[in-house]
Structures are given as C-alpha cells and as structure tokens.
C-alpha cells in the first residue's frame, strides 16, 4: 500500500460519505503534502490542481468507458481537494504561502 492508499485503507470509501467526512480524508491529505513538500506557492499549486484535474478526469472517463476503477476517481478527487485546500489555507496572509517558493534542490526563497 502506498502512501496515497492510506486514508482509504483496506476499505473504497472514506469512513463516511458525507461532504463532512470527504471533508475530513481532504484535509489529511493536505497535511501530508504538506509535511511532505512544505508549503507552497500558487504558482506550483495551480499548475498541481491542473495536473490533478486532469486526472481526475481521466479517471473518470476510464470507469465509465474502459472498465476502470471506481476507487481511482475517490483518489484522484482527494489528491484535487487537497491541493484546492493548501490554496485557500492562509489566504488572507499574503506573506506566507505566496512568496514561498522553492528552487529544483528544495531550497526556499522569498519571491518578494
Ligand atoms: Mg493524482
């Protein structure tokens, strides 16, 4: 199991389907990007929701015309979600998420 895999689990739904618990799988995964890459500019992750979106829609298109996996589409939607959360996280504190940016070597500077 991947490291993606870990907020479904042995299971192919979150633990509840409410907007609440997507909600709640969301956020998790957003606190692991965020662990994982620190935060980032808006640049970086407009252009990772595009990517995101694009997967998503092929996912989607793969379940509904070449037999693809349904879990694929939950997946690609909380990697989207995620990411659509780090943008709004700290939105009013223009100094923080959208002057971070980080060289190829994973170096931060200032954009400001
Ligand atoms: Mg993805």
Do not use: Y
Not at 9 to 37: F, M, Y
Request: hydrophobic share 35%.
């Amino acid at each position: 199991m991947t490291d993606k895999h870990e907020w479904l689990g042995t299971h192919t739904r979150a633990p509840d389907e409410s907007l609440d618990g997507w909600a709640r799988v969301c956020r998790a995964q957003a606190e692991r990007n965020l662990a994982k890459w620190g935060p980032q500019d808006w640049e970086t992750l407009g252009l990772a929701i595009a990517e995101e979106t694009g997967e998503l829609a092929q996912a989607i298109l793969k379940c509904l015309h070449e037999g693809g996996p349904r879990d694929r589409i939950q997946e690609e939607a909380v990697d989207l979600g995620a990411l659509c959360l780090q943008v709004l996280q700290g939105f009013s504190a223009p100094n923080s998420v959208i002057s971070v940016r980080k060289d190829n070597q994973g170096h931060s500077s200032e954009k400001n």
